[in-house]
């Protein structure tokens, strides 16, 4: 009994000291938020736009605590700022209403010019595989394509936001497991009945009775992560299409998305333009004097 209870003992302090140790490893902003990335979100993140200007502030801090904490890799392409910010932002916009998340479970997202297979090769028959969190040997990283990234924002009436749905799995993962139920933020009484719901708008998939993309229902896991992208995406129109799904993704991830008006804006940055972080200051006096 005692050498089986040994190696457990040792097990046991080993993940302890792990967790311990990537929780002092994180790191958090300690400079201002660069003005170039500023207008890097007004211009590509709706979600963004959408906030005031308090909650922009925490948007911008989780952006910048992301980016520290995540390294972020091209794999045969070319990525820029832009890109890295698109990946900030899809980490950042489901966990929004939780200031104390960390994703402890992710150390790399691995970034593709385009689609790729299970075994991230992309120039075989079957790369159709948009984005991917990885498992085994790919624990601890994340797969997308850049061009899913990119076409994830600049489409903001379609539903779709493969990085969203991504990072919609990698929470559901955070407790052990991928099943659709993220017990992190669901108390357990609502588990069973969330489930049951799950089942339900999976059936009207099946009998072409939704507007949910057809990819929700091959499982409980993708009808989360599709519904995730669908609820931060429109959230109006499945507030109003589906008001018992809505409202229990609200409960899940705090937001009320329904009320937030998403729209893209074009920045003029020029010296005596109001300043994009809404100040009310012309640049130059503001975030210009510190470009």
Known sequence: ???????????????????????????????????????????NIAFYNSLNAEEKKHFEYEVQEFLLNCKITPIDTDIDLSDKLLVAASAVIPIFSFPEWKYYNLQEVLIYEGNFDDKHQTDSKGNNIMGMVGYGYMEGKMSLSKTALRKGFSTISDKQNTAIHEFVHLIDKMDGGVDGIPELLLDKQYAIPWMDLIYKKMDEIWDNESDIRPYGGSSPTEFFAVAGEYFFERGEIMENKHPELYKMMEMIFRQDTSKRKLQLKKVDVGRNAPCPCGSGEKYKRCCGGNA
Request: glycine share 0%.
């Open 1 to 43: 009994m005692e050498y089986i209870l040994i190696p457990v003992v040792i097990l046991i302090f080993i993940l302890a000291f792990r967790a311990v140790w990537k929780k002092k490893k994180w790191q958090l902003p300690d400079t201002p938020f660069p003005p170039k990335w500023r207008k890097i979100l007004i211009e």
